[in-house]
């Protein structure tokens, strides 16, 4: 009786511990595959240092496979990694070596990390993504690219999980400490405040997206940038 | 008074030095959007170029009112030279002239002279202003068109939106009119005890010269001193581009200068009450 027990308990699960890294992230793709455009609105807010601008919003357009743009009006520090990226690296599971690298609880869900190694040539240098086990989505991404460095994107699901759209995406950004001699600022009596460390600090922007539109037609024209 | 007041606007009308402000401004104005024109996006772009190396910069493009800001932040340095030209010339200049007597004779205080020579002063000083409005910043609109300013310091980066950019920049030219009243009020001075008008113009340049390059250094005993000099406060302006707006550095700054303003002009109106002109 004790045995039925323990399997009638423990089956449901089973399939997890069985999962390789690549069934976790076919799964995730296969959700985010169901979309082959998105418009949204998205609010912007940015937490910079030695940066003051104010929080904006725009508008998010995505178009599978890998275009994406935010347009708004007026100045934007936005991150440089398109942040579906990492699903044009997973969708083609030769393209990629992957790891189990253990689990971690984010929030209320279980994550299985997974570090991902693209075989060609790619931007991505790796990414390792904190899936969850119960959504099949990446909570947190931790990209390294050849060209941006280091970016961590940590991303809240609410009502488009079954599509792995987010409701919120967080970036955390290195910095390079901002310096311009005093002359060229004409900042002359300016005393700068004085920091330790190696000049380096981080950044955060936080994307909140509302009313998705998705498999809309968008034109391909929104995606290139005015004046190009 | 008015009567007064109108005869030293003819005074400074009639002085060729009068319009050399305006014929500087309108040079390194023009000369500026020129340069601007031609390689201010890449003068932006090698500014912020840390910043570029981490994010993607959207919308960052060269505008009117950076252009105007610009051009304000640099001009602010020769304003004072352009305003004490005039006003070091008010007092001294009619001891120079020899019509200090004549003037004297009239049937009115020194006191309410010296007030028209004052106001007079003021009233250049503002035409000054307006010119450099006009010019720097409206025509730079014109020419540039809108868009959000990037306000650069040493050490940060403030974005100021376009929507935002009109209140800042009039408070701005406020401040500005007040900074070069201090000025208009040193060289006023400095004026009444001088006999030609060459002396007063140089002094005062020179003690704004001194103030400013002791501001520049980040040495701790010129950083103990820099609160009490007014080059410290003229810059104030600035402020009004700062994201929350220190609203008290602004208003302890705008005191300190009218401090400075009452002091100055107390002084002269004291010294050239008992000056002896029979001499």
């Not at chain 1, 949204?40 to 743009?69: C, H, Q, T």
């Not at chain 1, 935010?70 to 083609?92: C, E, H, M, Q, S």
């Not at chain 1, 599971?93 to 040539?121: D, F, H, R």
């Not at chain 2, 001891?95 to 003021?122: C, H, Y």
Request: with cysteine; hydrophobic share 50%; proline share 4%.
């Amino acid at each position: 009786m004790k045995k039925a027990l323990f399997f009638l308990f423990f089956l449901p699960f089973a399939h997890l511990q069985a999962q390789t890294p690549n069934q976790i992230l076919y799964k995730s793709w296969q959700q985010f595959s169901r979309i082959k455009s998105f418009k949204s609105e998205v609010n912007i807010y940015f937490n910079l240092p030695s940066v003051s601008i104010e929080d904006m919003s725009g508008k998010a357009f995505y178009k599978a496979p890998s275009k994406f743009r935010i347009r708004l009006k007026g100045i934007a520090f936005l991150p440089k990694d398109n942040p579906f990226n990492v699903y044009t690296l997973i969708r083609d599971s030769t393209q990629y070596a992957s790891v189990l690298n253990g689990s971690e609880k984010i929030g209320n869900e279980l994550c299985k990390i997974v570090s991902v190694i693209p075989n060609g040539e790619s931007d991505i240098v790796m990414a390792k993504l904190w899936m969850g086990t119960t959504t099949n989505c990446p909570l947190k991404m931790q990209i390294t690219s050849r060209e941006n460095g280091v970016i961590l994107i940590e991303n809240t699901y609410g009502r488009f999980v079954k599509n792995a759209l987010p409701d919120k995406m967080r970036f955390t950004v290195d910095m390079n400490k901002f310096k311009v001699p005093k002359a060229l600022a004409a900042d002359i009596n300016n005393t700068p405040k004085k920091s330790a460390g190696d000049g380096k600090s981080k950044g955060t922007i936080e994307f909140v997206f509302a009313n998705y539109t998705l498999n809309t037609v968008i034109e391909d024209s929104v995606f290139k940038e005015e004046g190009k | 008074m008015l009567d007064l007041i109108r005869t030293e606007i003819f005074k400074i009308a009639a002085k060729p030095r009068s319009y050399i402000g305006f014929a500087a401004i309108f040079a390194i104005v023009v000369i500026i959007q020129i340069a601007l024109y031609a390689d201010g996006q890449a003068y932006l772009d090698f500014l912020i170029q840390s910043l570029n190396q981490s994010f993607e910069i959207e919308g960052m493009d060269f505008n009117g009112n950076l252009v105007g800001f610009i051009i304000l932040q640099t001009l602010i340095i020769q304003m004072p030279l352009l305003v004490a030209l005039v006003s070091g010339d008010a007092i001294s200049g009619e001891i120079q002239g020899g019509t200090i007597r004549s003037l004297l004779t009239k049937p009115v205080s020194r006191s309410r002279i010296v007030w028209a020579k004052f106001i007079a002063a003021e009233l250049y000083t503002l035409l000054l202003i307006l010119w450099l409005g006009i010019l720097a910043w409206i025509a730079s609109l014109l020419f540039f068109g809108p868009g959000d300013l990037v306000v650069l310091k040493s050490d940060s980066l403030v974005i100021v939106r376009n929507a935002d950019t009109v209140w800042r920049f009039l408070s701005a030219f406020g401040v500005a009119f007040l900074s070069l009243s201090v000025v208009v009020a040193l060289s006023f001075l400095l004026s009444a005890f001088a006999e030609n008008s060459i002396a007063p113009i140089i002094i005062t340049m020179s003690v704004i010269l001194l103030f400013t390059i002791i501001g520049t250094f980040d040495i701790p005993v010129f950083n103990q001193i820099k609160p009490f000099l007014f080059t410290t406060h003229m810059i104030v302006w600035r402020n009004f581009f700062d994201r929350p707006l220190p609203v008290e550095q602004i208003a302890q700054s705008a005191g300190i200068m009218a401090l400075h303003i009452v002091v100055f002009l107390s002084a002269t109106l004291i010294y050239f009450n008992k000056k002896d002109i029979t001499q």
